[in-house]
């Protein structure tokens, strides 16, 4: 199943949806998070089911929505695509391959697997640099080597979605940091394939104050855990 969660999408989703391989998913459900263009009205166009927020409850609300609507679909791998045509549609089959072939639980399409990938898909300097240097301190606290951390391109195995606590996550970007270090925390297998990024006018990206703050909350998250895995304040995010 593949979900998308929207927020004023309306410019990008037509050709979103017209990269996804025709035969690579059972469902595509889009999830509208109160958008205040016609997003709704171009998804019901290109025939997607959706479910529309009454009102915006963020980033990471929109994807509390998806899964829980993935799950009571009996979908066993849900792919999360971003309907702003940022990422590469055609390559859900290499995103999805490592959990249908029961090698993960969690697959992460990386920007930064191919040297200068990032770059060239026009992404900023000053988010490739600060990409680089929170995945590096998250690898740190985890004991982990992944080359990208802050991609929004997954796959989760529906194992992942029933163990993860993702409900008690935050409802803003935090929550796909969040989800990575209850990866850790739970022993999930987490897998990366390199995937192309494209970064243009139109397609949705955080400024620099939101950059910032979802800096901060990344490092905050890494304290966090780092603090519950040595028993001096036990964290909700951790626990089964």
């Not at 930064?112 to 000053?126: D, K």
């Not at 301190?137 to 982990?144: F, S």
């Not at 080597?145 to 008690?168: C, D, K």
Request: charged fraction near 20%; include cysteine; proline fraction near 5%.
């Amino acid at each position: 199943m593949i979900v998308m969660p929207a927020y004023n999408a309306a410019q990008t989703l037509q050709m979103t949806y017209g990269a996804i391989p025709l035969d690579v998913a059972d469902r595509i459900l889009l999830v509208d998070d109160a958008s205040r263009d016609e997003t709704v009205d171009v998804a019901r166009a290109l025939g997607l089911a959706i479910i529309r927020h009454p009102h915006n409850v963020g980033y990471g609300g929109n994807q509390k929505t998806c899964y829980m609507e993935a799950l009571r679909l009996g979908a066993d791998v849900v792919v999360m695509l971003h309907p702003d045509g940022q990422y590469d549609a055609s390559l859900i089959p290499e995103i999805t391959r490592p959990i249908v072939e029961n090698r993960a639980d969690l697959v992460l399409g990386s920007r930064m697997a191919t040297p200068g990938g990032a770059r060239a898909g026009g992404m900023p300097l000053y988010k490739r640099c600060a990409n680089r240097a929170l995945t590096a301190i998250e690898n740190t606290v985890l004991g982990t080597s992944l080359s990208e951390m802050h991609t929004g391109y997954r796959a989760y195995g529906r194992r992942f979605l029933e163990t993860v606590p993702f409900l008690r996550n935050s409802n803003d970007f935090a929550f796909d940091t969040e989800v990575i270090f209850q990866a850790v925390a739970f022993r999930m297998r987490i897998a990366e394939v390199p995937v192309a990024t494209r970064y243009f006018p139109g397609a949705s990206s955080a400024n620099l104050r939101q950059s910032t703050v979802y800096g901060l909350k990344t490092v905050w998250t890494a304290c966090r855990y780092l603090l519950h895995r040595t028993g001096l304040l036990r964290s909700r995010l951790f626990l089964p």
